[in-house]
Each structure stands twice: as structure tokens, then as C-alpha cells.
């Protein structure tokens, strides 16, 4: 199993579609701004890696398909959405029918991805023994994968959705792939939630990130410390 066979595979949903969960804090089109500025740390993050062979990026979005050409991933085609899963299969049919050694899927929406935690990832994938093997990393709080090795590309059933992470673990497990699980926060870090964004902006490295720079420049770092420090009712002002 050698690393440099590893394709990055990045499913990106339509992108005025995302991140639906912080619409208590941003309108429809600072969402969609967000999701384009972290699509872009993302790429960053992946392109040109020496410890990936590729980069395949999943996705039906004109924009989405556009930035991923620029930094020099492979596109398919994703219209009209099929569903995160679906799209997936179909992404590990490509690779394996290319005859690549595994993929690594990673989330459009993790924008403190950084590079030596892909090397670390993919290091530690590549010493599996065999061909066969699973990688996973957790998301930080809410049971999901926020990364997931495999080899071959389609070696693993995918479970995503609610409690993935425990799901896949399970998987792997019935079907022999005795998966390795690793710890890595900035990896695990997604944004969903307003305490998402806090919590990334405090990880080593975020001001170096286009989503950072965003969230200064939008006012949204400022609306995200304001609301931080807004007192909840008091007991004394709290209707009987």
C-alpha cells in the first residue's frame, strides 16, 4: 500500500445550498460565500501534496467545478445531485476502474486542514500491512467522519449520515479491514455551527487561511465575538 497512490476525494454539495445550519448567524449569501472561501482552503490544503496522487473533486456546482479545475483537481460531474453517498460510490468506481490504490475523502468544510496532517494521515494509512485497509478520523462533536482512508477505493461500504464514525468503525470491523482510528483535531474540526467558526479561529494557523481572512473582512468574526459575549436572561428577569 503506498501513500502517493492516495486520491483526495472532496464532495461539494451546491454551494448556495450549504451550511443551512448556520443560517442564524449568516444570510444566504454570506453561507454561500463561506462555503466558497473554505472550498478554497481545502484545496489549498490538497493540491500538489506529495503524499496524495490526486485530487477528484465531487460536484455538480459551476463554481465549485471551476475552482477545483484551477487547482488542479479532476472533476465529475455531480448533476443533478445524487446524494452524498451515491456520489461517493461513484467516485471510488473511478478511481478503482483507473487503477488507483485508495482515496481519502475529506469534507469541503474543514478550512484549518493542514498539510502535515494529510502527511500524518497518509503515512500512517500507508504502513497498513496488505493491500486492504481503512483510515478514520472523527469529526470533533458530533459522531461524524471527518476523514476516511481506504484501500482500495471501494474496500469500505460507506455509512455516511448520523453516527457515521461508529458506523464505518463497525463496518470495517464486520468485513475485516481492522480500521485505524486517528486523533487529529484540526482534522477534525468541520464548521456547522456558529461554535464552529469560534473554534476555528482560535486553531494554529487560521490566519493564514482565506477563510479567516473572510470571516474579518465580512464582519462575521465581529458578529461571532459579539454574540459570545451576550448575556443570557437572568433568573431575576425570567417570567414566572
Known amino acids: 500500500m503506498h501513500d502517493a497512490g492516495l486520491w483526495a476525494v472532496v464532495p461539494v454539495k451546491p454551494l448556495a445550498q450549504a451550511k443551512q445550519r448556520l443560517a442564524p448567524l449568516l444570510d444566504a449569501s454570506e453561507r454561500a460565500a463561506l462555503a466558497q472561501v473554505m472550498?478554497?482552503?481545502?484545496?489549498?490544503?490538497l493540491a500538489g501534496h506529495p503524499h496524495l496522487g490526486g485530487m477528484l473533486v465531487v460536484s455538480g456546482d459551476p463554481t465549485a467545478q471551476a475552482m477545483a479545475r484551477a487547482a488542479g483537481a479532476t472533476v465529475l460531474d455531480d448533476s443533478p445531485a445524487c446524494g452524498l453517498v451515491p456520489a461517493l460510490r461513484r467516485a471510488a468506481r473511478a478511481l478503482?476502474?483507473?487503477?488507483?490504490?485508495?482515496?481519502?475523502?475529506v469534507p469541503a468544510d474543514l478550512p484549518g486542514l493542514?498539510?502535515?496532517d494529510l502527511a500524518l494521515l497518509a503515512q500512517a494509512h500507508g504502513r497498513r500491512r496488505g493491500a486492504r485497509g481503512a483510515t478514520?478520523?472523527?469529526a470533533s462533536h458530533d459522531g461524524g467522519t471527518n476523514a476516511l482512508a481506504c484501500s482500495p477505493p471501494d474496500a469500505l461500504p460507506l455509512c455516511y449520515g448520523p453516527d457515521s464514525f461508529r458506523r464505518h468503525v463497525r463496518t470495517a470491523r464486520a468485513?475485516?479491514?481492522?480500521?485505524?482510528?486517528?486523533?487529529?483535531?484540526?482534522?477534525?474540526?468541520?464548521?456547522?455551527?456558529?461554535?464552529?467558526?469560534?473554534?476555528?479561529?482560535?486553531?494554529?494557523g487560521a490566519a493564514q487561511t482565506h477563510t479567516y481572512a473572510w470571516?474579518?473582512?465580512?464582519?462575521?468574526?465581529?458578529?461571532?465575538?459579539?454574540?459570545?459575549?451576550?448575556?443570557?436572561p437572568?433568573?431575576?428577569?425570567?417570567?414566572?
Do not use: E, K, N, Y
Open 39 to 45: 472550498l478554497r482552503d481545502v484545496l489549498d490544503a
Open 96 to 105: 478503482s476502474d483507473a487503477g488507483r490504490d485508495g482515496m481519502l475523502i
Open 114 to 116: 493542514a498539510r502535515d
Open 136 to 138: 478514520l478520523v472523527a
Open 175 to 204: 468485513i475485516g479491514l481492522d480500521p485505524l482510528l486517528l486523533s487529529l483535531p484540526r482534522l477534525a474540526r468541520d464548521v456547522d455551527r456558529p461554535a464552529d467558526l469560534r473554534a476555528f479561529m482560535a486553531l494554529s
Open 215 to 232: 470571516l474579518q473582512s465580512s464582519g462575521v468574526a465581529w458578529r461571532l465575538h459579539r454574540a459570545a459575549r451576550l448575556p443570557g
Open 234 to 240: 437572568s433568573r431575576a428577569s425570567a417570567t414566572p
